[in-house]
């Protein structure tokens, strides 16, 4: 069964940056796309962002485009978000999820495999 360990995460200023890193237990290039989620207090998940198996196609929430990239390093199993421009908005738990289909890839419904979760709090 796929694994999903989460790194990164931890306060940040508003405007700073901060990655977050996602590391599977196996490879999932042209198997899996990848989905980062969020939520924030008192609401639900949403979707940030998502890249394809394939590493072809990625695709952003309004809120953070621009601001955040997905990009895949697949030497390392590895996903990572990079964060920057921060607001308090970006606040909440986010998520790293794994799922056999890209369409429709920031609907949290078909994601099979989840990460366990960091916070990041964006507060002066």
């Known amino acids: 069964q796929l694994q999903l360990v989460q790194s990164g995460g931890g306060l940040v200023q508003p405007g700073g940056s901060l990655r977050l890193s996602c590391a599977t237990s196996e490879s999932t290039k042209d198997i899996y796309a990848i989905g980062w989620f969020r939520q924030a207090p008192g609401k639900e998940r949403e979707g940030v962002s998502c890249v394809s198996g394939d590493d072809r196609y990625t695709n952003y929430s309004a809120s953070v485009k621009g601001r955040f990239t997905i990009s895949r390093d697949n030497a390392k199993n590895m996903v990572n978000l990079q964060m920057n421009s921060l607001k308090p908005g970006d606040t909440g738990v986010y998520y790293c999820?794994?799922?056999?289909?890209?369409?429709?890839?920031?609907?949290?419904?078909?994601?099979?495999?989840w990460g366990q979760g960091a916070q990041v709090p964006v507060s002066s």
């Open positions: 999820a794994a799922a056999a289909l890209f369409k429709l890839c920031l609907f949290s419904g078909q994601y099979d495999y």
